[in-house]
């Protein structure tokens, strides 16, 4: 019997940590970069989800991980570029269903400075241009190109997943 429940928690442990350590893997980067006596130039947020309502979540780490950030360091450069589906959630047809988010974003790109970024090409698959989005979101060509562009400029990337 002992052998039995040693083994079915050796299962269990090896199947969650990963997923537990993996929920604060955000907040140890982000403290990560906090430590640091030198800021990289930037901090560039990827989120690439297939659920359309992830900003409901993501957005408001990316608030919370920008104050974290700009405490330390008031210089240092934020973004933000989403390229799932989560991207569609930013439409302007949206506005009204996802208030919150909207309103957020719209205080991240213009009272804060921080620009997000969405992805032309994924929302072109799906029929959607430009004008399909608010002037306060960027429609960037291409959004993995937009990210390494980033990088280029010294900016750490960033791959936020969802909190557990």
Known sequence: MYRVIMSLLFVILTIFT?????????????????????????????????????????IPQVVKFSSQLKAKFPDIGIAVVTHGKEQFALMKQDNKANQAVHNIVKSLTQDQEIPVHVCGTHASWYGKTKDDFP???????????????YEDMGYEKIVLDKPE
């Open 18 to 58: 990963p997923l537990m350590a993996h929920a604060n893997n955000d907040q140890e980067e982000i403290n990560h970069i906090l430590k640091l006596k030198t800021p990289p130039f930037g901090v560039v947020f990827e989120i690439v989800e297939g659920d359309k309502n992830a900003l409901e979540w993501a």
């Open 135 to 149: 002037d306060y979101v960027d429609v960037a060509p291409a959004a993995p190109t937009q990210i390494s562009n």
